[in-house]
């Protein structure tokens, strides 16, 4: 079954516990990209690739890391969480031509992350 | 500012009536919309897309309609059904092509039986 899975999907950490939310889709996507959903505020970008070792910053880089070490995998690392990143974060994959319309995108189940 | 905006942050519609979500945007060079939608405890998933050299794309009981003269589009669900009650994004690739997406704020649709 082509999907994109994220653990955990549930996380409560404290301010300042590095941690890491891994992200593996198993459609052979280039395009990889991890968002943050908050109320009123929809859907932000935090980070994007375009293919392995390929990575860019979206709307909300700050206080977030990833790497993109291997096609199917797309980490999001949070070095020193603070509150304001509780948040609903979700991983997404597409085909990506870097030409013409664009690929629909496949998102993950979501991970609520709790910072205290 | 926002590139893309959903105005309406919740609807609430009869069962087979007609549901009309709207999104207005504000760069008339994008050049495809797409609408997505999330249930609870879900990622978003792909609904129906309309290319900018179209006015109209229909999918079933789904249909997307685009103004490019006063850069607004809306979707159109019809008849309506309980298991539509969702919450719904407009979004538009940030600068064509395959770029990553901007999302609006998202519209939740309540069909009420």
């Known amino acids: 079954e082509a999907q994109v899975t994220q653990n955990p999907r549930y996380l409560i950490t404290v301010t300042g516990k590095k941690l890491t939310v891994t992200c593996s889709q198993n459609m052979n996507h280039e395009y990889m990209s991890w968002y943050r959903q908050d109320p009123g505020l929809g859907l932000r970008q935090i980070y994007y690739?375009?293919?392995?070792?390929?990575?860019d910053k979206g709307d909300v880089p700050e206080g977030y890391k990833v790497s993109r070490k291997e096609k199917r995998n797309f980490p999001l690392i949070l070095e020193s969480p603070s509150p304001n990143q509780t948040s609903l974060y979700f991983c997404?994959?597409?085909?990506?031509?870097?030409?013409?319309?664009?690929?629909?995108?496949?998102f993950g189940p979501g991970t609520r992350l709790t910072v205290t | 500012d926002q590139q893309v905006k959903q105005n309406s942050p919740s609807l609430s519609v009869q069962e087979g009536r007609i549901s009309i979500l709207n999104c207005d945007y504000t760069n008339s060079m994008f050049d495809y919309f797409l609408w997505y939608k999330k249930y609870p405890a879900e990622g978003p998933t792909f609904l129906i897309s309309i290319s900018s050299i179209k006015d109209k794309n229909e999918d079933g009981r789904f249909t997307v309609f685009l103004n490019k003269s006063a850069k607004h589009l809306s979707l159109h669900i019809v008849p309506s059904q309980p298991g539509d009650s969702a919450v719904y994004f407009c979004a538009v690739p940030d600068q064509g092509g395959n770029t990553p997406l901007v999302f609006g704020k998202g519209t939740r649709l309540s069909v009420i039986a």
């Open positions: 690739s375009m293919n392995v070792e390929v990575t």
């Open positions: 997404a994959s597409s085909l990506t031509s870097g030409q013409g319309d664009p690929y629909e995108q496949y």
